[in-house]
């Protein structure tokens, strides 16, 4: 073997030795944690905008067409910033509420406000496809606005809502190894501190198999559930 290819194999060794996940397990808790909080935030404010959106288009339950613009416009703003962006934007509003701008809690305000616009519209689209049909049934025999939001839209396009979220987690994800140039901790920290500015490729090649696996983990999740509701559905 060439001098280059036992350097590489050298790496690939370390990268998988105990000493480097030693000190890589609390870089992995802290991403869960700001990818499982953040996810959660997420899910709420952008289930709620994509229901608001959808309830109060044109064609909705409740049209509001001033409402339905305004909204409309400031997703769309929201959605333009890159995360990066998003990120320096919100470090004034993250040191006001936690009294600093680095760490895990400052930046997930900014990884939510990044994410949040981008699952509303995916929840609009989902609730877009329902048939008209289904809901002029529900008008027809006396149901309210809620009434048809809580038990013919959300139910109907749940497996849709369901994908459209894997994809969410796996950007909230994405957007925590990010933060991590801005002191949030976790992967991207590692990546950066170890791998990129100190050049110690093994940390590296460690965090980017931490991130392939927990995307793997949380799409294969997303599909199992939203498969598992077609099936079911399919049974009755």
């Known amino acids: 073997m060439s001098l280059l290819d036992n350097s590489l194999w050298a790496v ?8 480097i996940w030693s000190k890589l397990w609390p870089s992995i808790f802290d991403t869960l944690y700001m990818t499982a909080l953040a996810s959660l935030i997420v899910l709420v404010f952008g289930l709620a905008l994509g229901v608001l959106l959808t309830v109060t288009s044109p064609d ?5 067409p001033a409402v339905y613009k305004v909204w409309g416009w400031l997703i769309n703003t929201l959605r333009s910033l890159p995360q990066m962006v998003m990120i320096i934007m919100l470090i004034p509003l993250a ?3 936690f009294g600093k701008s680095y760490g895990a809690n400052p930046c ?5 406000a990044s994410c949040i616009p981008m699952y509303a519209r995916v929840v609009e689209s989902s609730l877009l496809e329902i048939n008209k049909g289904k809901i002029e049934a529900a008008k ?15 139910p109907e396009t749940l497996p849709s809502l369901i994908r459209g979220f894997t994809i969410t987690v796996i950007a909230v994800l994405s957007m925590t190894a990010l933060a991590g140039m ?6 991207g920290d590692v990546a950066v501190r170890y791998g990129y500015q100190r ?20 799409q294969s999740a997303g599909n199992f559930v939203s498969n598992r509701i077609l099936k079911t559905r399919a049974l009755i």
């Open 108 to 112: 997930i305000v900014a990884i939510a």
């Open 140 to 154: 027809s025999i006396g149901s309210s606005n809620l009434q048809i939001i809580f038990h013919a839209l959300l």
């Open 95 to 97: 040191r006001f509420l």
């Open 199 to 218: 050049f110690q490729h093994d940390k590296l090649l460690a965090c980017i198999y931490v991130l392939v696996v927990l995307v793997q983990i949380v």
């Open 12 to 19: 690939l060794k370390s990268s998988v030795s105990v000493e």
């Open 60 to 64: 909705g339950l409740f049209p509001l």
């Open 182 to 187: 801005f002191g949030a901790g976790g992967i």
